[in-house]
């Protein structure tokens, strides 16, 4: 008997827990939140985990940090979600910024929370970060991927969408004098979209750009710490680690219209350089509208 009560109590506490993040989503987070997890849910079948380790219920849990970033910090606003394709595979195409690739969350979580039927995003993530402690596991059950041509051709071949920064380490280790300047593009994404018959959906990320204003990039010690990039703020690595905090931006999401192409993805670099061009020009366009529509960084 002695033994079966803490189990009983931890069972108690779990269901009290369980019930109190319920109400918690569905009263801030979005109310019919529980309704969008079964809508998931289903797409991932009886098993409750698809092979590459995503599970909608661990959502439950990552939901309010998400939460709390996208509506109450950032305040994202996305535009352009009537555009999107309502089911199938797509291809997100966004730019990169901010040392922290907080542009891939808000991203997903309009997605999740405001995307009309819901999506879960699938980011192509650098292959460093799952090597981050605790990280690994937790972004699998989030449904986020390592970034190989393997996994995303095989997602997009299960009608999923896919989220994609061609600009790499390039562009979320941009300096404030490159803020907004689209840094080269790989081609891979391209290939992959031709392979697959998918199509590209351009996403402008404004405001993440100046989240972590970086003076320089301190390669060397990026380099001796095994980093990507070690960013150099005015607040970090000052006020370390409070300078690690982004700053509170305002995000805004602009999605543009569905873009198809023809071709074959062996063809030669020049061929698919110029499908890559068009991609590359049409997310341009959409920055830059979305700059001129904003009227400040904070709000």
């Given at each position: 008997?002695?033994?079966?009560?803490?189990?009983?109590?931890?069972?108690?506490?779990?269901?009290?827990?369980?019930?109190?993040?319920?109400?918690?989503?569905?009263?801030?987070?979005?109310?019919?939140?529980?309704?969008?997890?079964?809508?998931?849910?289903?797409?991932?079948?009886?098993?409750g985990v698809d092979p590459f380790g995503f599970d909608p219920q661990?959502?439950?849990?990552?939901?309010?940090?998400?939460?709390?970033?996208?509506?109450?910090?950032?305040?994202?606003?996305?535009?352009?979600?009537?555009?999107?394709?309502?089911?199938?595979?797509?291809?997100?195409?966004?730019?990169?910024?901010?040392?922290?690739?907080?542009?891939?969350?808000?991203?997903?979580?309009?997605?999740?929370?405001?995307?009309?039927?819901?999506?879960?995003?699938?980011?192509?993530?650098?292959?460093?970060?799952?090597?981050?402690?605790?990280?690994?596991?937790?972004?699998?059950?989030?449904?986020?991927?390592?970034?190989?041509?393997?996994?995303?051709?095989?997602?997009?071949?299960?009608?999923?969408?896919?989220?994609?920064f061609p600009e790499g380490i390039r562009g979320i280790s941009k300096t404030w004098r490159q803020r907004y300047q689209l840094q080269p593009f790989g081609q891979g994404f391209m290939r992959l979209a031709l392979q697959t018959k998918t199509p590209i959906v351009p996403v402008a990320v404004i405001g993440a750009e100046e989240q972590a204003p970086t003076l320089l990039n301190a390669r060397p010690i990026a380099r001796l710490l095994g980093l990507p990039s070690f960013p150099i703020t005015p607040t970090f690595p000052l006020l370390f680690p409070i300078g690690m905090l982004p700053l509170p931006v305002k995000y805004r999401l602009h999605f543009g219209k569905p873009l198809s192409f023809e071709g074959d993805q062996l063809d030669d670099?020049?061929?698919?350089?110029?499908?890559?061009?068009?991609?590359?020009?049409?997310?341009?366009?959409l920055i830059r509208q979305g700059l001129k529509e904003r009227d400040h960084i904070f709000w």
């Open positions: 008997m002695g033994s079966r009560q803490p189990k009983g109590e931890a069972v108690l506490v779990q269901a009290v827990a369980d019930t109190v993040l319920t109400r918690f989503l569905e009263r801030y987070v979005a109310e019919d939140f529980e309704s969008r997890l079964r809508t998931l849910q289903d797409e991932v079948g009886e098993l661990w959502l439950r849990y990552a939901a309010p940090f998400a939460w709390f970033l996208h509506r109450i910090y950032f305040r994202t606003e996305a535009t352009g979600l009537q555009l999107l394709p309502p089911s199938g595979r797509v291809l997100f195409v966004a730019n990169h910024s901010g040392q922290i690739p907080l542009d891939g969350m808000m991203i997903a979580t309009t997605m999740l929370l405001d995307a009309q039927p819901p999506r879960i995003v699938r980011s192509m993530l650098e292959r460093w970060v799952p090597t981050l402690p605790f990280v690994s596991i937790f972004m699998a059950r989030c449904g986020q991927v390592v970034g190989s041509p393997e996994n995303c051709q095989r997602l997009l071949e299960q009608e999923e969408a896919i989220l994609v670099d020049e061929v698919i350089g110029q499908k890559v061009d068009e991609v590359r020009e049409a997310l341009r366009r």
